[in-house]
């Protein structure tokens, strides 16, 4: 016996309903709504990782992989579901709901499936690749330093380092085996500082 296919149908959401819920953050706030009033849901979502405002650390953030809609299943009372928060209406023509073509869901969650492995793999790239630096700039002579960062050499600083992250400046001298002294240009103007090799890039 063939099992029918559950009935999917597109929402269309409300301004801030893709934000992390007050109740719940690990949830958005049209996802907290629809669980609260039993309707089976499913929102897409892809990560990025961002630099964090203030520890200037980076860190996992989720975003809507298909920002203003979400999807419900066999909606148990539309009336109610018309009401819920965040709601802005369900995709149909003329007032009447139209269930979406059966494949679009699998379709959605595969392409969700397929960003979330990409994301991990380049992540786990980006860590490979520091700390294979972190473990070279572990051997670096102060000689060494000095010929890698020649003073006048162009510097950007990593976005992690907590107070000059993404400024720009020049090397002045290599000071210790991993350490250079540059010139950063900040609003305030030109500023000193002593920079470990981790948080140094050249600028092409």
Not at 35 to 61: A, N, S, W
Not at 146 to 166: C, E, F, K, S
Not at 168 to 183: F, L, P, S, Y
Request: net charge positive.
């Amino acid at each position: 016996m063939k099992i029918k296919a559950a009935k999917w149908y597109a929402i269309r959401l409300k301004p801030m309903a893709q934000r992390p819920a007050k109740q719940d953050p690990r949830i958005t706030n049209i996802e907290f709504s629809l669980r609260q009033e039993g309707f089976e849901h499913y929102m897409p979502l892809e990560r990025r990782e961002i630099v964090h405002h203030r520890t200037k650390k980076p860190i996992d953030k989720q975003y809507p992989l298909i920002p203003g809609y979400a999807f419900v299943c066999e909606p148990h009372d539309w009336l109610k579901l018309a009401k819920c928060d965040f709601v802005a209406g369900v995709l149909g023509v003329r007032g009447t709901p139209i269930p979406l073509i059966p494949t679009v869901i699998d379709a959605v969650r595969d392409a969700e499936a397929v960003i979330l492995y990409e994301y991990e793999r380049q992540k786990a790239m980006r860590r490979q690749r520091e700390k294979e630096q972190a473990d070279r700039l572990q051997h670096i002579p102060q000689r060494r330093a000095r010929q890698m960062y020649p003073a006048g050499t162009p510097i950007v600083i990593d976005r992690t380092h907590v107070l000059l992250g993404g400024m720009k400046g020049r090397v002045v001298d290599a000071t210790g085996r991993q350490t250079i002294k540059a010139v950063i240009e900040t609003l305030n103007g030109l500023v000193n500082a002593e920079l470990s090799l981790a948080f140094v890039e050249k600028v092409a």
